[in-house]
């Protein structure tokens, strides 16, 4: 499967943004989709994941009640709502994937629980 991640910009603190993870070669349905970033000199961070069956989620702490992941089936995308941006949140930002079979002793929040990346989107926040 091949990701695309579009969406970043450049944008003040306290605005939005929305970014999508389009995926191609292999419908999505049983993946895991995750979105992570990394910041110049920090390591790749992870930022949410989604489950498509089901629809769980999972946020990290620093992006929840801010952000929001969604899938769109029609699609076969993922999107990540970002809103009251901090300046914190400038990186680049990758979706990924994981596919089935679902490992439930797995936490999908680290970045060697993906098999698939996408190229990055830069996304900035200004103060």
């Known amino acids: 499967v091949q990701l695309q991640a579009s969406g970043g910009g450049l944008v003040q603190a306290g605005g939005s943004l929305r970014l999508s993870c389009a995926a191609s070669?292999?419908?999505?349905?049983?993946?895991?989709v995750g979105w992570f970033r990394q910041a110049p000199e920090k390591e790749r961070e992870f930022v949410a994941h989604?489950?498509?069956?089901?629809?769980?989620?999972l946020y990290s702490d620093s992006v929840k009640a801010r952000f929001t992941i969604s899938r769109d089936n029609a699609k076969n995308t993922v999107d990540l709502q970002m809103n009251s941006l901090k300046p914190e949140d400038t990186a680049v930002y990758y979706c990924?994937?994981?596919?089935?079979?679902?490992?439930?002793?797995?936490?999908?929040?680290?970045?060697?629980?993906?098999?698939?990346w996408g190229q990055g989107t830069q996304v900035t926040v200004s103060s």
């Open positions: 989604i489950r498509w069956s089901g629809g769980s989620t």
């Open positions: 990924a994937a994981d596919p089935p079979p679902f490992h439930y002793s797995t936490t999908y929040d680290r970045a060697s629980d993906y098999d698939y």
């Open positions: 070669g292999r419908n999505l349905s049983n993946y895991v």
